[in-house]
Every structure is written in structure tokens, then in C-alpha cells.
Nanobody, 123 residues
Framework: QVQLVESGGGLVQPGESLTLSCATS????????IGWFRQAPGKEREGVAC????????FVRTSVQGRFSISSDQRKNIVYLQMPGLKPQDTGVYFC????????????????WGQGTQVTISS
């Protein structure tokens, strides 16, 4: 059974950091792409980062480039999203998702999703 489980969200102040984890199971991580998306209230779901495990290829959306980064621990089957210097506009529910085709900012390319983890940046 394919599962993706996000964790690591929370309430932090502007400028602080969070690292989100996407724990995967039920499939071979190296054969898929894992994307991170976020959805703010009243807005569409937006892709922020994606990675292909083998061979490694990383994609980070321009709007968060230089701040967000994506990485993985293949032994643990976990994909991380590191988010330093958080801003109020980063607030939203963060999801990880699996694609067998390619990294894409389009949610339609992803077939399996986690339940999401809430990230709130507020002073």
C-alpha cells in the first residue's frame, strides 16, 4: 500500500525555520519523483520543490529558490523540505506527492498524496 505521510509543520515566527518530512512506504522511492506542494487558504495548490532520487535531480520553484531546499534519506525513505527564513506568505498546508512521470508544478502529474501538514508563520 502506497503511503506518504508529512510531518514537521507548526506555528513559528517570521525568520524562523522548519524542516518538513515526507515518510514514504509501499513503493521503491528511487523509481519515483517526490514533489512538495503548498496550499494557502483560498488559493490553488502550488508546487515548491521536487526531486528525482536516482539519478538525483532537484527542482525548486523560483519564488522560493535560495530559501527552500529538498533532500532525501534513501535508507529511511524520507524526503525533506528545508525551509529557513520563513515569511508569513509561506503559511499554508504543505503536501508531498508521488509522480511516476516527471517533476512538475502541476498537481495533475502526481497520483498519490499525503494528508498534509499545517505551516503557520505569524508573530
Amino acid at each position: 500500500q502506497v503511503q506518504l505521510v508529512e510531518s514537521g509543520g507548526g506555528l513559528v515566527q517570521p525568520g524562523e525555520s522548519l524542516t518538513l518530512s515526507c515518510a514514504t512506504s509501499g513503493f521503491t522511492l528511487e523509481y519515483y519523483r517526490i514533489g512538495w506542494f503548498r496550499q494557502a487558504p483560498g488559493k490553488e495548490r502550488e508546487g515548491v520543490a521536487c526531486m528525482k532520487i536516482m539519478p538525483q535531480d532537484l527542482f525548486v520553484r523560483t519564488s522560493v529558490q535560495g530559501r527552500f531546499s529538498i533532500s532525501s534519506d534513501q535508507r529511511k525513505n524520507i524526503v525533506y523540505l528545508q525551509m529557513p527564513g520563513l515569511k508569513p506568505q509561506d503559511t499554508g498546508v504543505y503536501f508531498c506527492a508521488r509522480s511516476a512521470i516527471a517533476c512538475s508544478w502541476s498537481p495533475d502529474r502526481y497520483t498519490d498524496w499525503g494528508q498534509g501538514t499545517q505551516v503557520t508563520i505569524s508573530s
